[in-house]
């Protein structure tokens, strides 16, 4: 990596640093905020996580250089979404179960 | 015996041994931080009240409010790591190793400094009686706070390591020595990236 290269990395990486200072104090100002429907705090919760991601990637893509990786490491990274996603997904699946059950008893 | 591909990159992965490694590492750890938060999901969807009122009819609700500064604090701290952990690989890049010294130190301090305020924090709610047993919210929030400073304690034995003995190898090896510093800087930014899905989940949507 040349010079130039480096120091256009620095400045890069001085504004991530900025973007999530903004994105933490967003966070927290927006936890006070009353985002509330039917008195179900979904919306407060669809923010956070929201922001949550927006600031996980800007760590993962500029931090951990997963902007400019190889495939393999995408293909890694994409099989474990999916089972991530399969694991976040299991505990929804055993609330549509508990439900059918009372509908059925 | 020298061993292969510690800094040449494999001609099938186009990635050098430890970079693979790490990424595979993650990947586990993605999946044991994933397996909790979906614990989380499960218990908090059957909880008729977040966070449930413990034994001894409190909740621990008004003292969240309370640690959000130190919870936001730490976030900071954290992010500041990160930054100073990518700065530290390109101080090596750049072969400034006065620049790569501090910046590691900076690291290790914010580190230090995170630990230090999860501490009082840990204190004050133990001694207040929230303790994991009190509640559910309390069992998970020691549960994935004490696991990410598992991780925070074994980044600092790392960091501590590659900031003084490890360091020999610069004058040795320096390609393969600035490689190690990318690997464990990407185990670094993820343990940040961990926290910062543990901030909002654990003190702020309650």
């Known amino acids: 990596m040349s010079v130039k290269d480096m120091s256009h990395h ?46 996980g990637y800007l760590v993962a893509a500029n931090f951990m250089h997963l902007n400019s990786e190889k495939k393999i490491i995408y293909w890694i990274l994409l099989l474990t979404v999916f089972f991530l996603a399969l694991l976040l997904f299991i505990p929804l699946l055993w609330d549509l179960n508990n439900m059918s059950n009372q509908i059925n008893y | 015996m020298e061993i292969p591909y510690n800094v040449e990159l494999r001609e099938d992965t186009g990635l050098y041994n430890s970079k693979l490694g790490i990424w595979l590492f993650l990947a586990s750890e993605i999946m044991l931080f994933g397996g909790l938060f979906s614990a989380y999901i499960l218990l908090r969807t059957g909880a008729p009240v977040w966070p449930p009122i413990g034994a001894d009819g409190h909740s621990v609700l008004h003292m969240l ?4 500064p130190h919870a936001t604090f730490n976030t900071i701290v954290l992010i500041g790591s990160s930054v100073t952990m990518v700065m530290a690989w390109v101080s090596l890049k750049q072969k400034e190793l006065s620049k790569y010294k501090m910046y590691m130190g900076i690291t290790i301090a914010c580190a230090c400094i995170f630990l230090i305020v999860k501490y009082f924090e840990y204190s004050h709610k133990i001694h207040e009686g929230f303790v994991p047993a009190h509640d559910t919210y309390m069992a998970l929030y020691f549960t994935l706070t004490g696991l990410h400073g598992l991780h925070i304690i074994g980044g600092i034995i790392v960091l501590a390591y590659f900031w003084g003995p490890g360091f020999k190898m610069w004058g040795l090896e320096p390609e393969r020595f600035t490689n190690r510093i990318e690997v464990v800087g990407l185990y670094w930014h993820f343990v940040d990236l961990v926290w910062i899905f543990l901030f909002p989940v654990l003190y702020l949507l309650n």
């Not at chain 1, 966070?27 to 927006?54: K, P, R």
């Not at chain 2, 409010?65 to 959000?68: L, R």
């Open chain 2, 65 to 68: 409010k309370e640690t959000v």
């Open chain 1, 10 to 55: 620095i400045a890069n990486y001085r504004n991530i640093f900025i973007y999530l200072l903004i994105g933490t104090a967003l966070t927290v100002i927006a936890s006070y905020m009353d985002f509330n429907v039917q008195d179900s705090i979904a919306g407060a919760i669809f923010v956070g996580l929201l922001i949550a991601c927006i600031k």
